[in-house]
């Protein structure tokens, strides 16, 4: 059948026309939205249901309790209780609570041979549900409102029952007005309306022909400027149209076929379409309405893929498997069958969606460590790519990471909403900051909530960057964040645009056939070398503090106390196997429990309040289950502590000796007491209810040598180097002086303010002291910055915020007060109030034999869209920085020569950053920051933002921050800053338990149970391995960036060593590395892990 072209040649009517006719758009659209101008212009769509049948009986039901409260009452008891009568126009709320409907349906004899749908509509997401209780379909207000009954119904006159579950939210959060994203806080006040609920008979001819002329409209408007084929598909529409007004539906019908059936060319691109239904795990809704979003939307998706053998789905996060296997069983279940067809695929590989910067080295390994456990376990596959289009930028070392996991493919698209520079590439080879590579796509329609238009479909060929080397792309399609995933439309779409000229091709396809087509033509792609930086979202570095704080507190706490299992484990320390192993389950689940809040709205701190709510009550079960273990191990390897227990001893986890005055609020027994410093900090501004793992008000400052991974007896030692305090006087300004004889802190008030400056002690002969900071500057001071973003409140620092800089304007200060003066630590304060009443008080501390000055800030913020920072204006020439990464680091400017430079204007470190010239500089440590400005060799650590949305009350609490400066000589390598950074976060920025131990029984020698000879290898993980028995796991890293050969020594026997993946699979069985029994030798590349399995 070939077209006609329209007589008329007015194509603005033409294409106007063809718009009316499918104006309501097919199913699911609002009628309320009806184009008012095409009033008169018949649409189509009207006709998508030919007539309806109202319920016999509606009632209701609501379910106790609000957030989560589902999970207490099983569905089996909900159905039995006493529903109350229900009407249209009832409503229902407040937001987060679950109301349920019983519905009755009469469907008559007439109905017989017809498609008959269920069509419901409350604003609000719902799940559907038959007599039983089994889920049988999902609702969505913006998209999914309509179930299918049956495709063709038997005629047998039957009564029907229903349930449905609604959850007062919708797909983005609570009480705002579906299709617009609102990230202002929820209204927990709003309620939704049921607007309808009845029985429609499906139109399904007109659907096929709406579908058809949708399609064709798509690609009139796209291509009618530079192709013929637009005028084609316009041309072929508007006959359609014609047909249709006559009753011709089949011609019309044919003629759409025939259009699309006209093939592409041999060479066209082709887009590998894949479903995809992108849930945050927790966002503008909490984690346990996430679990029902996950249910309705991958529900949908296996009723989709009944009636079309062709469809795709892909799905990450282990976590939201996990969490459909424990709470809908049945689903569960279908999705297996489905895996094992390979048409719903698991991808990505980890835990949780993650953030790609701020989590450690270690808990991006765990991600991937109990995430492909999971899916190997559970459908006996695993991962092949890492998936994560939705994180706010990318850590230089993940290349290595994902190698170390057996992975070597990644896809993203997240850089597509950088500000300021267009990221060159679409596909490219990522080289990580060890050289690993990996092969990186991102999908060129930069998204991944495509909805099968043909603007998507043609924006994915010509926005591609890498044109001429790629031939295809991916293409994710389904609609994503709330959940939602492929709607029936979506499909039929694609199926008209798999192969008709004018278009790319696009077959439905995995992720496997995607980067295998990319592979065979990697030899044309180019290379990015680092990070891949995202120029938006940079405030999440430090909005919602205190979830990052305690993701660093607990990182740390879990690496000790694996070590102190695994010590346990490898000394056969009177454990019981049963037990035991209890144990080590539940330490994955602190694993797990941290790594979900890892996920990229909840630790960029990008979430509502309830989402903090949660994170912090995770937060607080995993502080006490590690507590407990700790306590049962420490028991177990000390044997308890007995009444006479008189020996202090003291656990160190890090695999090198360390010497430092501790602080400890432990009592510490009378013999010892004689040389230990009682210091009082101040105890109005401290929460005692706060947890551990900071500095407490009053503590004991002892000056120990810790010898490592193990256990020491603390042995007060003489400080070589004690610190005073030197008070003088100049005219009206009082000064002191406060020294170690690594550093010499001068410290001069002005009008109640303390001005610090610092001077490092030299080594070197021809001269006694160097300046650390600039002249004539205020090193140390608080400054205030205007923080309004555009539009994302908790995400985005505008660089415009750079421009308000204002330093603190101080009220009712009081200080400096000293107090502690040596000799093993000093300490003065000062307090003030500041803006709209927020107050802090901040220790500065110094303590013998020790080269780090430290601050210790106690602050109750009460600010509205303000960004505090603490600054210190460096006394070198340094035109670039060092921060630290997961398991490495990383140099960006100090300068803004470039757009690149210059969009870096807040950038991620870890625990610590420097900043040096070739003979000195500083390193700047922190126990829970990970914001930076560097610019002109003025460092600036972001405290704290004040951001209103989504959470109105994000960060308004008191906070505990710990932060120091180190200056050197020499690089920071040479100068020991890496493991000085460790050091500060274990012990100088904790109240560091001491245990007092039975003097008889202190003879076992927990002590030395890993270490290395070689300064730049660090070892971060010495756990009980977890497929093997009588193995531990270690993983260790070269941190200085150079090359290193190192020996392992081990505290116990080893009967055999080899090395594994971060997995603990060995790397080849068939080989093992070299030992005496008690060390072996190894070599690690720059920035370069390894793991072994050591047997015992
Ligand atoms: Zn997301």
């Known amino acids: 059948m070939s077209t006609t072209g329209s007589q008329h040649k007015n194509k603005a009517a033409t294409l106007g026309r063809i718009k009316c006719f499918i104006s309501r758009g097919p199913l699911s659209k609002n009628p309320t939205q009806l184009n008012k101008k095409c009033d008169g212009i018949p649409s189509f769509a009207s006709q998508?249901?030919?007539?309806?049948?109202?319920?016999?009986?509606?009632?209701?039901?609501?379910?106790?309790?609000?957030?989560?409260?589902?999970?207490?009452?099983p569905v089996h008891d909900i159905l039995s209780e006493v529903f109350l009568p229900a009407n249209l126009g009832d409503k229902f709320g407040p937001v987060w609570s679950t109301h349920w409907l019983k519905v009755h349906f009469n469907l008559p004899k007439t109905l017989e041979g017809k498609e008959v749908h269920l069509r419901f509509s409350s604003g609000s997401e719902a799940t559907l549900r038959d007599f039983q209780g089994s889920v049988l379909g999902a609702f969505s207000p913006d998209f999914r409102n309509e179930y299918i009954i049956s495709k063709e119904w038997s005629g047998n006159e039957s009564d029907i029952v229903y349930f449905i579950e609604i959850a007062c939210?919708?797909?983005?959060?609570?009480?705002?007005?579906?299709?617009?994203?609102?990230?202002?806080?929820?209204?927990?006040?709003?309620?939704?309306?049921?607007?309808?609920?009845?029985?429609?008979?499906?139109?399904?001819?007109?659907?096929?022909?709406?579908?058809?002329?949708?399609?064709?409209?798509?690609?009139?408007?796209?291509?009618?400027?530079?192709?013929?084929?637009?005028?084609?598909?316009?041309?072929?529409?508007?006959?359609?149209?014609?047909?249709?007004?006559?009753?011709?539906?089949q011609k019309a019908g044919q003629l759409a076929d025939a259009f699309f059936a006209e093939k592409n060319g041999d060479k066209v691109h082709t887009l590998i379409a894949m479903g995809h239904c992108h849930i945050d795990t927790a966002w503008l809704w909490t984690y346990d309405e996430t679990i029902r979003k996950c249910a309705r939307s991958w529900h949908s998706q296996l009723q989709l893929m009944k009636d079309y053998p062709e469809f795709v789905f892909t799905c990450s996060q282990a976590q939201q498997f996990y969490w459909i296997k424990k709470y809908y069983p049945e689903?569960?279940?279908?999705?297996?069958?489905?895996?094992?067809?390979?048409?719903?695929?698991?991808?990505?590989?980890?835990?949780?969606?993650?953030?790609?910067?701020?989590?450690?080295?270690?808990?991006f390994i765990r991600q991937f460590f109990y995430g492909q456990q999971f899916f190997q376990k559970e459908f006996g596959m695993k991962c092949k790519e890492f998936w994560l289009p939705d994180t706010f930028g990318y850590s230089g070392q993940i290349p290595q990471i994902l190698k170390h996991v057996g992975i070597d493919r990644f896809l993203t698209q997240k850089l597509s909403w950088s500000m300021v520079n267009k990221f060159p590439h679409h596909n490219f080879i990522w080289e990580g900051i060890d050289g690993s590579q990996v092969l990186v796509h991102f999908p060129p329609g930069d998204s991944y909530t495509m909805t099968a238009s043909v603007k998507e479909i043609l924006k994915s060929v010509t926005n591609s960057q890498d044109k001429g080397r790629v031939n295809c792309g991916a293409y994710l399609f389904g609609h994503g964040d709330g959940g939602g995933g492929p709607t029936m439309?979506?499909?039929?779409?694609?199926?008209?645009?798999?192969?008709?000229?004018?278009?790319?091709?696009?077959?439905?396809?995995?992720?496997?056939?995607?980067?295998?087509?990319?592979?065979?033509?990697?030899?044309?792609?180019?290379?990015?070398?680092?990070?891949?930086?995202?120029?938006?979202?940079?405030?999440?570095y430090t909005s919602q503090a205190k979830i990052k704080w305690y993701n660093r507190k607990l990182e740390q706490f879990l690496m000790e106390v694996e070590l102190i299992m695994a010590i346990a484990y490898s000394t056969d320390c009177a454990l019981q196997e049963e037990e035991f192993r209890k144990d080590l389950h539940l330490v994955d689940k602190c694993w797990k429990r941290l790594l979900l809040n890892q996920f990229h709205d909840v630790i960029p701190g990008s979430c509502i309040e309830r989402v903090k709510d949660d994170a912090w009550r995770i937060y607080k079960c995993v502080w006490s289950d590690l507590t407990k273990l700790q306590t049962i191990y420490n028991n177990k390897l000390l044997f308890g502590a007995a009444d006479n227990a008189n020996v202090p001893v003291i656990f160190n986890p890090l695999c090198w000796e360390v010497t430092q005055v501790i602080c400890s609020s432990s009592a510490i027994p009378q013999s010892v007491n004689s040389t230990?410093?009682?210091?009082?900090?101040?105890?109005?501004?401290?929460?005692?209810?706060?947890?551990?793992?900071k500095l407490p008000h009053k503590f004991v400052a002892v000056l120990v040598k810790m010898v490592p991974t193990g256990y020491s007896q603390v042995i007060p030692v003489e400080p070589s180097l004690p610190v005073t305090v030197r008070k003088t006087t100049n005219n009206n300004t009082s000064l002191f002086n406060m020294s170690n004889g690594k550093l010499n802190l001068k410290v001069e008030t002005l009008n109640g303010i303390p001005v610090e400056s610092l001077a490092l002690v030299s080594s070197r002969q021809d001269y006694n002291e160097v300046e650390v900071f600039k002249k004539d500057t205020k090193p140390g001071m608080f400054y205030v910055f205007d923080d309004v973003p555009l539009f994302w409140d908790s995400w985005d620092a505008m660089d415009y915020?750079?421009?308000?800089?204002?330093?603190?304007?101080?009220?009712?200060?009081?200080?400096?007060?000293?107090?502690?003066?040596?000799?093993?630590?000093?300490?003065?304060?000062?307090?003030?109030?500041?803006?709209?009443?927020?107050?802090?008080?901040?220790?500065?501390?110094?303590?013998?034999?020790?080269?780090?000055?430290?601050?210790?800030?106690?602050?109750?913020?009460?600010?509205?869209?303000?960004?505090?920072?603490v600054e210190f204006p460096v006394d070198v020439l340094a035109r670039e920085a060092t921060?630290?990464?997961?398991?490495?680091?990383?140099?960006?400017?100090?300068?803004?020569?470039?757009?690149?430079?210059?969009?870096?204007?807040?950038?991620?470190?870890?625990?610590?950053?420097?900043?040096?010239?070739?003979?000195?500089?500083?390193?700047?440590?922190?126990?829970?920051?990970?914001?930076?400005?560097?610019?002109?060799?003025?460092?600036?650590?972001?405290?704290?933002?004040?951001?209103?949305?989504?959470?109105?009350?994000?960060?308004?609490h008191k906070h505990y921050i710990h932060y120091a400066?180190?200056?050197?000589?020499?690089?920071?390598?040479?100068?020991?800053?890496?493991?000085?950074?460790?050091?500060?976060?274990?012990?100088?920025?904790?109240?560091?338990?001491?245990?007092?131990?039975?003097?008889?029984?202190?003879k076992r020698g927990m002590t030395n149970m890993v270490t290395t000879d070689n300064e730049a290898v660090i070892l971060e993980a010495i756990k009980v391995a977890y497929q093997v028995n009588r193995a531990l796991c270690i993983r260790m890293y070269e941190s200085f960036g150079g090359s290193a050969r190192a020996r392992v020594n081990l505290g116990f026997s080893a009967t055999k060593i080899e090395e594994c993946d971060g997995l603990e699979n060995p790397l080849d069985e068939s080989k093992y590395v070299d030992t005496d029994g008690n060390s072996f030798q190894i070599r690690l590349n720059p920035f370069q892990i390894k793991s072994f399995l050591v047997y015992f």
Request: overall charge negative; aromatic content about 12%.
């Open 489 to 540: 439309e979506m499909l039929e779409k694609l199926r008209r645009v798999r192969n008709v000229d004018g278009l790319p091709k696009v077959e439905m396809g995995t992720p496997d056939k995607l980067f295998e087509m990319l592979a065979s033509e990697s030899r044309n792609l180019c290379k990015w070398v680092g990070e891949l930086y995202l120029e938006l979202h940079n405030g999440t």
């Open 883 to 956: 921060y630290e990464i997961q398991y490495g680091h990383l140099q960006r400017p100090t300068h803004i020569n470039t757009s690149w430079d210059m969009a870096k204007f807040e950038v991620s470190g870890h625990k610590w950053m420097d900043i040096s010239q070739a003979d000195r500089g500083v390193t700047f440590i922190t126990d829970s920051k990970y914001g930076w400005h560097v610019r002109d060799n003025v460092v600036q650590l972001s405290l704290l933002r004040s951001p209103k949305s989504p959470d109105g009350n994000c960060d308004m």
């Open 48 to 73: 998508l249901y030919t007539e309806t049948l109202p319920f016999t009986r509606l009632e209701k039901w609501k379910l106790p309790g609000g957030n989560g409260s589902w999970q207490k009452f």
């Open 331 to 363: 689903i569960f279940t279908n999705i297996k069958e489905m895996v094992k067809q390979g048409r719903f695929i698991p991808v990505g590989g980890t835990w949780v969606e993650l953030d790609g910067l701020l989590p450690s080295g270690e808990s």
């Open 676 to 693: 230990v410093q009682t210091v009082v900090l101040d105890d109005k501004c401290f929460d005692e209810e706060e947890e551990g793992r």
């Open 801 to 869: 915020h750079l421009e308000t800089r204002k330093e603190l304007e101080c009220r009712d200060t009081s200080g400096p007060i000293i107090l502690a003066d040596g000799p093993l630590l000093s300490a003065y304060k000062w307090s003030c109030t500041f803006g709209s009443s927020s107050n802090f008080t901040r220790y500065t501390i110094m303590r013998a034999d020790s080269p780090i000055l430290e601050y210790f800030l106690i602050i109750d913020w009460k600010e509205s869209h303000k960004f505090l920072k």
């Open 169 to 249: 939210n919708g797909m983005f959060g609570g009480g705002m007005i579906a299709d617009n994203l609102n990230i202002s806080p929820p209204d927990e006040a709003f309620e939704y309306t049921l607007q309808r609920l009845e029985i429609a008979v499906f139109n399904r001819v007109a659907y096929k022909l709406l579908n058809d002329v949708d399609v064709l409209y798509g690609m009139a408007t796209e291509l009618l400027e530079t192709d013929h084929r637009g005028y084609q598909a316009m041309y072929t529409a508007n006959e359609m149209i014609n047909l249709i007004t006559e009753n011709k539906t």
């Open 965 to 1002: 400066i180190l200056p050197h000589e020499g690089t920071f390598q040479s100068a020991g800053s890496i493991r000085k950074a460790y050091e500060f976060n274990f012990f100088g920025a904790n109240d560091v338990s001491i245990l007092n131990v039975d003097q008889d029984y202190w």
